[in-house]
């Protein structure tokens, strides 16, 4: 009998033997290519970038994996405790394996054999990290086995912390959510450190499957689950039970964040932003790279420039007539599935959808969208509204088959089932007024002129109608904004203010061709000084200007304010006939603005990677004495400016100057009632295709622009002076507000010599029409009376070009015409 139990003992002996070589060798030969676990130390998953504006607000986040990379300090223990107790207990005491959870897995699997239940898993959170990090997905024994092999090697190389702190930020959450930080954010708009037990317990119940439990498809299912996680963290003893139950009685509570554009009135800026980091990143970079991206957006200025343009756009479009409804529904009592179907102007929130339901001689009788409901179903509770007729008057002249008609009464404006926008009429329940998306387009830029930094940009009524930016892609004729340019090479250049040029008829041949320019409305005023000329807008004395000076040096100066990269030095130009941008015509101005100095525009200040690293400046202005380690007695430090003097500044305040007698006398005079120092230009193209103002104050430039898509004329009288600058008024208003006026400085030397407006000559003591000029040192008015493009003109023509004033001075004792 002991021979026979020796005997079987060394047959299991033997048996035990092979059985364990036979392991090893399978062991050995599926471990033999494992992946790489030291790749866990350099580990770098895709992070979410983030757009900020220039005070901290959140204006944007870009995304493949909506992840923000969390280390494990900053977690939370109630969080932590939650995807402990949700998904491994042990997990501060097991070697990489649960030895006790996965026998109690494999006896409940034998159990639940044959009853069609899916097999209950024991994986722990270092078996999951090897999974998500350097395995496939296949469900077969030999991945599992290579799983289990990682996560002792990997809990042999990283502490328990780190293994944990790749979990929680790789695992995904669903609805795009990617790590716990991520997932935060995404279902309850919430860091981290605010998240409850009950909230902590859901987003540590999805990682097993998101869209077992979503919020919305299977709430119950998802509550079930939360519950259970938050007994587990009651049993673990990390929530005591008063509080547990507290934590299970409570809703979901999800509120899903938004994606794309947070910051109200942002998203021409916002993605104006994210093309520029494209072309400096790449796309990579972007969705994947993490950066923290610091802009220049001011959001106050930014939301009055939106609300300027967006006035002053329907303003011109309301005087056009109304061009009928979005769409048509089926009338009806069940209209309110249709109507939920038509999108809103999501970045217009002052306006609804609304759709028609009965059209009387006295308004409209209007049915709305039900209040948003998160689950996007459609509820009952439609609302009822009334648009009145004073409230439709504009409309009243509609257009049809491409004219405007004048209708009797709403019904023959709009019938029942047509879907409008309306806004609703502050103080009165009930009333809105009819509104339509304007068909004119605009853009309009806030720079500061010192630093280049852009505070606000829009670039049309509405990103959701068009996304197309018309401050920064439109190439458009400037028109007369251009002048200033003309005037300043001029100034720059050996003339003077009080120079006199000839605003009279002119003829070009060129090539065969006859050019014949004339001011708007055909009228001239003979010989006129520089500051007559840009004040009045004087096309014909531009023209002469730039052929006395030539165009090569316009075109040089033009390249050098950023205008044109490569300007056609042909006389046409000199009344800008070239296309340019708002962005490039407000950096313009603002050379003017600072005193000469070259600015390059940025709408962002910083961006930093993952790390906190700052990778792009765009303030290059260098201040040794700013990293003082302490302070002994030595000056207050200086930035020190070296940005390029490409104009000189004593020009620069000449040509303010005379802008702001635009402001004050001329096209632009509608903007003096604002009461501050300022200058500007107005212009308008031929056939009034482009109306345009740029203006500034010393420390804001600001440029609008209006104009169709697909050029065509506005109609006449549609000027800078009438539609561009009133938006330009508006915006400053509410900018300046609560703030004092500030004068342009004068540059040091600069005398102040009073001229006769006319002549340009010295005015004497106590006579009126005088103006004061500024000039320059070794220059001043002149001592005879002379203008510039008289030698031109031969007899009756030349005549005809002297005013009656230049004739009184020249024979008073003026010297030759030239």
Partial sequence: MVRLLGYFFGIGVVMALLVAAGIALYIGDV??????YEVLAKYEPPVTTRVHASDGALMAEFARERR???????????????????????FYTHPGIDMTGLARAVITNVQNMGSGRRPVGASTITQQVAKNFLLTRDQTIERKVREMILSFRIEQAYSKDRILELYLNEIFFGLGAYGIAGAALTYFDKSVNELTVAESAYLAALPRGPSNYHPFRNTDRAIERRNWVIGQMVENGYVDPAEGEKAKALPLGVQPRRGGTYLFAGEYFTEEVRRQLIARYGEDALYEGGLSVRTTLDPELQLIARKSLQNGLMKYDTLRGYRGSITTIAPGDDWGPALFEVPSLGDVPEWEVAVVLAAGDEGLDIGLKPAAQVSGEVGDDR????????????????????????????????KPGEV???????GEEGAYALRQVPEIGGGMVAMDPHTGRVLALVGGFSYAASEFNRATQAYRQPGSSFKPIVYSAALDNGYTPASVVLDGPIRIVSGGRVWEPKNYGGQFAGPSTLRAGIERSRNLMTVRLANDMGMPLVAEYAERFGIYEDMSPVLAMSLGSGETTVMR???AYAVMANGGKQIKPSLIDRIQDRYGKTVFKHDERSCEGCVAEEWNSQSEPELV?????VLDPMTAYQITSMMQGVVQRGTAVTVSELGFPIAGKTGTTNDEKDAWFIGYTPNLVVGVYMGYDQPKPMGRGATGGGLAAPIFKEFMAAALEGTNPVDFEVPAGMKRIAVDRKTGMR??????????????????PADSYWVIGMDELEGEERANAISPQANQAINSGGGGLY
């Avoid at 009822?384 to 019904?411: C, E, F, Q, T, Y």
């Avoid at 400016?641 to 003097?645: H, I, M, R």
């Fill in 585 to 587: 015509m407000v950096s």
């Fill in 763 to 780: 005015a004497e003591a106590g006579q009126g029409g005088a103006i004061v000029e500024y000039f320059k040192p070794g220059t001043g």
């Fill in 383 to 414: 609302r009822i509204g009334r648009v009145s007729l004073g409230n439709m008057d504009w409309a009243m002249r509609h257009v049809v088959d491409g004219k405007r008609v004048k209708a009797n009464s709403p019904a023959d404006v709009l």
């Fill in 420 to 426: 409008v926008y309306v806004e609703a009429v502050e």
């Fill in 31 to 36: 471990s033999k290519d494992l992946p790489d």
């Fill in 68 to 90: 923000l990379y969390l280390p494990i300090q900053a977690v939370p223990d109630r969080v932590k405790a939650a995807f402990l107790s949700a998904e491994d207990k042990n």
């Fill in 641 to 645: 400016d070296n940005a390029e003097q």
